[in-house]
C-alpha cells in the first residue's frame, strides 16, 4: 500500500506540451481496495501523507459508530477518501474492472490499481473478473490495469490449503488468461515492492490497456510481531483482552527500530488510556434482570449438531471460512470427517450442500448473516426448486457486526428471505432455545429423509412449520446471549414460548384453556431474538409502575403461530 501510494501521489504525467504539468493523483488513478481487512493501515498511511483530512485523534474513532473510518471502508460515509466500498470479498476486482472500462469509452487515460487477498480470489465474481479483464482487454475495452495479490496463503479462520484447497492452480492460471504476471519474493522489502510495481504500471501503460499486468506478492499475514505472525490466523482479531498489559509489549515490538513508545507521546497516551479504561470495566444493566449466566448462541449450535451426530444421522458441514466464529469449530474437531470447506464462497457453499441434501445428508451451512444472505439468496432458492433443503447457521445478525461497516451490517436479512417458499427462519434469543431447534430441525430433517415424505411429528397435527422438511434458517448474534430466559421451558419448533418470570403466572400459550389466560395484565410483548433482552428490561420497567405487561417469545420471525399469539393478546 505505502508502495502504490507512492507511486499514484507523487507520479508525472508525460504531457508533451508541457511536462510540469501534475493533475491531481486521482485523475491519474483509480484505487480500488478489495482486501478490506487492511483498511486500517490505508487509514493510517493516508493520515500519515495528510490526506482527507484525517488526524491521529480521527484514526482513534476507526470503527466507532461515529466515525467515517469503518472497519471495511465506505464510500458514502467517507466519499472524499474511497471510491469504491469494500467487505464481501471479491467484489472489488469486478468493480475495478468498470471502472477501467468507463475510463476506455469516455477517453481518460486513468491506470486501475486493485489490491485483492488469494484468498479474496476464491469468491465466484472475482474468478470471473480473473477471465474478463484479460479478455476484454484483447478486445481494447480497457484502460492499462494493475491488479495486485497479496499471497500469504491465509484467510480468517486459518491456512487456505490446509482447510480448503490450494490458490496456487488459480495463480498459475494467470498467464493463460491473459494476465502479465510480476512475482515480489518479499512482500514487506519496501525497495523491492516499488520497483515492481512501478515496473507493472510502465508496462500496463506501454500496452495501452491490451495487457493487464497481475503482481503476486509473498507476504506474512500478522508481519510485525512474533505472536501475530505465528498465529495460525494471522491473529485476525488479535487477542488481547480488555485492559491486557500485554498491549504495552505488543506496541513496543511493533515499534523496536523507531524508539519504542517513548519515542511516540500520542500512542503512549493512547495505550496509558486503554490500560485505564480497560481497568474500570462496568457491568451492563442488562444483566441484572437475568439469573443465568452469559455464553455465546453458537455453544448451543455445535452442542445440538454434536448430539445428533452421535445418534449416527447423515450430518455434514458444509463451511466457508467462518467456522470459528459460527460455533461449528467444536463439530469440526470432534467428526473431522463429517465437513468440507470451500474457502471463501458462500454461494457455492448453499449449492454444495443442496447436493449432498439431495443424496440424503443433513448439510449444516455457516457465514455471517450479510454474506449468506446477499450472496446465498440464489441458491437458496435454487435448493428450493430442486427438493434439496438445508440448515443455516448465519452469525452476527442485524448491526451486531457495525464496526465493519454497512457491507457487514445484515439489516434486510428477514425481508430479503422471509418470501421464499419452504424457509422457516428462526430467530434465537438464548443458547437453550437454539440448542433445543436445531436439534429438532436436524430430527425432522432426518425423518423426511429417512421416509422420503413429509412427517407431522409434533402435537397439533402439522399446522405450523413442524410438518414438511423446509429450509431452516438459525439468525444468531455475536457477543454473549443468556444460557435461558426462564427454567423448564417447553422448547417446540414453530411454538413461541412465554416469558413469566416476573409475572408470576403459570400462562402456557399451548394451553387452550380460558382458565389459563392471565387477564390482569395490560399489555402484551411480543419479541424475538436479541430484542427479548430489551423487552424484558422493559417489562421490569413497567412493572415497577404498576403496568403488567406479558411477554411472548417469538423466534418464528417469518411463520408465527398467529393462534397462539392471539389467544395470548
Not at 455453544?299 to 450430518?315: C, D, T
Not at 430442486?386 to 452476527?396: E, G, K, N, Q
Not at 429438532?440 to 423426511?448: D, E, M, T
Request: overall charge neutral.
Amino acid at each position: 500500500m505505502s508502495s502504490i501510494h507512492g507511486i499514484m501521489f507523487n507520479y508525472k504525467v508525460n504531457n508533451k506540451a508541457d511536462r510540469s504539468i501534475n493533475r491531481e493523483w486521482y485523475e491519474k488513478f483509480n484505487f480500488v481496495n478489495d482486501a478490506g481487512h487492511t483498511e486500517n493501515g490505508i487509514y493510517a498511511l493516508r493520515a500519515n501523507l495528510g490526506y482527507n483530512e484525517m488526524t491521529f485523534e480521527s484514526l482513534k474513532e476507526f470503527r466507532s459508530i461515529r466515525s467515517p473510518l469503518t472497519g471495511h471502508a465506505e464510500a458514502r460515509l467517507n466519499p472524499q477518501g474511497v471510491l469504491m466500498s469494500n467487505g464481501p470479498l471479491g467484489s472489488g476486482l469486478p468493480q475495478a474492472q468498470g471502472l477501467s472500462i468507463a475510463d476506455k469509452i469516455i477517453g481518460n487515460d486513468r491506470i486501475t490499481f486493485c489490491v485483492i487477498s488469494d484468498a479474496g480470489l476464491m469468491e465466484g465474481e472475482a474468478k470471473e473478473s480473473l477471465a474478463v479483464i484479460p479478455g476484454l482487454a484483447k478486445k481494447n475495452r480497457l484502460n492499462p490495469f494493475v491488479m495486485v495479490i497479496s499471497f500469504n496463503n491465509k484467510k480468517l479462520s486459518g491456512i487456505i490449503d490446509n482447510d480448503a484447497y490450494s490458490i496456487v492452480p488459480t495463480l498459475d492460471s494467470l498467464k493463460t488468461l491473459g494476465w502479465k504476471l510480476l512475482y515480489i519474493e518479499d512482500g514487506h522489502n519496501l525497495q523491492e515492492t516499488y520497483l515492481q510495481i512501478e515496473k507493472a504500471v510502465e508496462l500496463s501503460k506501454k500496452k495501452g490497456g491490451l495487457l493487464p499486468v497481475a503482481i503476486i506478492a509473498k507476504t506474512i499475514k500478522g508481519y510485525g510481531t512474533k505472536k501475530t505472525a505465528a498465529d495460525i490466523t494471522g491473529a485476525h482479531a488479535f487477542p488481547l483482552k480488555r485492559g491486557d498489559k500485554n498491549l504495552v509489549e505488543f506496541v513496543e515490538e511493533i515499534l523496536v527500530n523507531s524508539g519504542g513508545l517513548s519515542s511516540y507521546p500520542e500512542l503512549k497516551k493512547m495505550v496509558e488510556d486503554v490500560l485505564a479504561e480497560g481497568a474500570s470495566v462496568v457491568t451492563p444493566p442488562l444483566t441484572t434482570y437475568f439469573t443465568s449466566s452469559f455464553v455465546k448462541l453458537q455453544k448451543g449450535i455445535s452442542s445440538a449438531i454434536i448430539k445428533a451426530a452421535e445418534e449416527s444421522l447423515p450430518v455434514y458441514s458444509v463451511c466457508a471460512d467462518l467456522q470459528n466464529s459460527t460455533g461449528m469449530k467444536e463439530f469440526h474437531q470432534k467428526f473431522p470427517n463429517n465437513f468440507i470447506e470451500v474457502g471463501v464462497a458462500e454461494a457455492n457453499m448453499i449449492s454444495t450442500a443442496a447436493g449432498l441434501s439431495r443424496s440424503g445428508f443433513i448439510p449444516i451451512v455457516d457465514t455471517f448473516t450479510q454474506f449468506g444472505v446477499s450472496k446465498g439468496k440464489l441458491p437458496i432458492i435454487m435448493s428450493q426448486l430442486s427438493l434439496a433443503p438445508i440448515i443455516a447457521v448465519f452469525s452476527h445478525a442485524g448491526l451486531q457486526d457495525a464496526g465493519d461497516g454497512a457491507s457487514h451490517q445484515a439489516t434486510t436479512y428477514i425481508a430479503a428471505l422471509s418470501g421464499i417458499p419452504n424457509v422457516d427462519l428462526v430467530c434465537c434469543s438464548c443458547v437453550k432455545e437454539v440448542e433445543a431447534f436445531m436439534y429438532q430441525a436436524i430430527k425432522r430433517f432426518a425423518l423426511v429423509q429417512q421416509n422420503n415424505k413429509p412427517q407431522n411429528i409434533n402435537k397439533d397435527n402439522g399446522k405450523h412449520i413442524d410438518n414438511t422438511n423446509n429450509t431452516v434458517i438459525f439468525f444468531i448474534g455475536r457477543e454473549d446471549f443468556p444460557l435461558y430466559h426462564q427454567e423448564n421451558v417447553d422448547y417446540v419448533l414453530g411454538y413461541p414460548y412465554e416469558i413469566n418470570n416476573l409475572m408470576n403466572t403459570n400462562v402456557n400459550p399451548n394451553n387452550n384453556s380460558k382458565e389459563n389466560a392471565d387477564l390482569s395484565a395490560d399489555l402484551l410483548i411480543v419479541a424475538t431474538g436479541p430484542m427479548v433482552g430489551e423487552a424484558l428490561c422493559a417489562q421490569k420497567i413497567l412493572l415497577s409502575k404498576n403496568i403488567k405487561a406479558r411477554l411472548i417469545n417469538n423466534p418464528f420471525v417469518n411463520h408465527p403461530n398467529v393462534e397462539i399469539i392471539a389467544k395470548a393478546l
